[in-house]
Antibody
């Protein structure tokens, strides 16, 4: 069965950095696009970033562009999100999600359990 | 960016009720509309993709319809496990955007 397990969340000061990981299993990771989606406390879902199956194309929300970098290691079945210059408004649960397709955004058919990132001094 | 709206923002219903949630896009998105269910403290779960296709394993009491700008999610007979928040999401263009959610709670 498909499993996505996020890790790397925690408390970080404003301006700091954090790297999230998402370990994937139960499907051919190298064949599917992957997303990061976040949810601030008590708020709705906000898409953060997408990477194609082979890492050749990446897309970002305007709110994180230039600060966050999505990447993947298909040999390790792992998705990453490098978050720099963190702000209080980045505080959220971060979910990784599998796309139903490979190259372009379709729908998110499986989600991890999420990892909480808190940006606070 | 395409803006998504949902109505109502919340509703109270009883077990066995028929429930309909509406989602509207700020421009035509053809049938590139997906629905997710989220329970408190849990990850979202895909229910419906491409406006009307039922995700594998999702009960048949859930259905979706619509195209263009107006879409609906219908639960034909509400069950206790269906009390949750429901989100629509467009995948017509990047960035993919979500609606604000509709919370369904117990009357």
């Amino acid at each position: 069965q498909v499993q996505l397990v996020e890790s790397g969340g925690g408390v970080v000061q404003p301006g700091g950095s954090l790297r999230l990981s998402c370990a994937a299993s139960g499907f051919t990771f190298s064949s599917y696009g992957m997303h990061w989606v976040r949810q601030a406390p008590g708020k709705g879902l906000e898409w953060v970033a997408f990477i194609r199956y082979d890492g050749s194309n990446k897309y970002y929300a305007d709110s994180v562009k230039g600060r966050f970098t999505i990447s993947r290691d298909n040999s390790k079945n792992t998705l990453y999100l490098q978050m720099n210059s963190l702000r209080a408004e980045d505080t959220a649960v971060y979910y990784c999600a599998k796309d139903a397709g490979d190259g372009y955004i379709h729908w998110m058919d499986y989600w991890g359990q999420g990892t909480l990132v808190t940006v606070s001094s | 960016d395409i803006q998504m709206t949902q109505s109502p923002s919340s509703l109270s219903a009883s077990v066995g009720d028929r429930v309909t949630i509406t989602c509207r896009a700020s421009q035509s998105i053809s049938s590139y509309l997906n629905w997710y269910q989220q329970k408190p403290g849990k990850a979202p779960k895909l229910l419906i993709y491409a406006a009307s296709s039922l995700q594998s394993g999702v009960p048949s009491r859930f259905s979706g319809s619509g195209s263009g700008t107006d879409f609906t999610l219908t639960i034909s007979s509400l069950q206790p496990e269906d009390f949750a928040t429901y989100y629509c999401q467009q995948s017509y263009s990047t960035p993919p955007t979500f609606g604000p959610g509709t919370k369904v709670d117990i009357k």
